[in-house]
């Protein structure tokens, strides 16, 4: 008997083709695996390594996807503007623009019948003019410790120090803090006194022989003119990053939280 703990399996980035092929593949076998009961992965670059459409959304729920997160790179897809209101477990950044559409949090029911809170934030050093993201968060958390004591916060961002902060900050108010957006795995996780997973950044699901899942070609020649390139996702060595946390039925604070990294010949 699995013992009274809430399992959430939470997959990293997704990158194109490879990356959804990926999910297809492996999300069945992991959910079995660790038994998991919810399941949040980062779509932002699932649509050709940039933005994400209705119909790869669609299939990535399909998959077994409890709640999508995203990032900077939402609007890459004209097509998911008029879409992403429509559906509740597509989330934006909630500290985008309030007249912005879409939401960036949500409640979500698990396989075992309880409620999971999610809030999706993006970093301001090297990127965009958002809303500040700890007032954002802190506002978010209080409002959603009042329906669940289970939150996960996907805190896509660039800088490993303004990750690092938000962990703390967020240390024993949430049950975990896990960062998206460098396609890096790092081997950082943990669990913070307050009873709060960490983790700077969850990986890429995607192919390795690239840069960041792009063609390492395109890329590498990049950095050597400084011309601009139209970076394509590549293909190949494909895995899925991730990580599992194990949570406590009564507190919500994290047990535990491990790294997996899944090879797939696709």
Not at 66 to 71: N, R
Not at 159 to 187: C, F, N, P, R
Request: hydrophobic share 40%.
């Amino acid at each position: 008997m699995k013992d009274k703990k809430l399992c959430v399996l939470f997959i990293g980035d997704i990158v194109g083709e490879a990356g959804r092929n990926a999910i297809g593949t492996l999300v069945a076998g992991l959910v079995k695996e660790y038994q998991a009961d919810f399941i949040i992965a980062n779509c932002e670059n699932s649509a050709g390594g940039k933005g994400v459409t209705p119909k790869i959304t669609e299939y990535l729920l399909g998959c077994g996807i409890d709640v999508l997160t995203s990032g900077n790179h939402i609007w890459d897809r004209q097509e998911i503007i008029p879409y992403i209101g429509t559906q509740p477990r597509l989330l934006r950044p909630a500290n985008f623009p309030k007249s912005n559409p879409g939401v960036g949090f949500g409640i979500f029911g698990t396989r075992n019948g309880e409620r999971v809170g999610v809030i999706n934030l993006c970093g301001k050093l090297f990127m965009d003019s958002y809303e500040h993201p700890f007032l954002c968060a802190s506002a978010l958390v209080e409002k959603l410790r009042e329906q669940t004591q289970f939150i996960i916060v996907d805190f896509h961002a660039e800088a490993t120090s303004e990750k690092i902060a938000m962990g703390w900050y967020l240390d024993g108010k949430v049950s975990a803090v896990i960062g998206t957006h460098t396609h890096v795995q790092t081997a950082d996780e943990r669990v913070l006194p307050g009873g709060t997973a960490y983790i700077t950044d969850v990986g890429m699901t995607g192919p390795m022989d690239s840069v960041i899942g792009m063609d390492k070609g395109k890329a590498i020649n990049r950095f050597l003119t400084l011309i601009p390139q139209r970076f394509e996702a590549a293909k190949d060595d494909v895995w899925l990053h991730g990580v599992v946390i194990d949570l406590d039925m009564e507190s919500g604070k994290s047990l535990g939280i491990k790294r997996i990294a899944v090879s797939i010949r696709l």
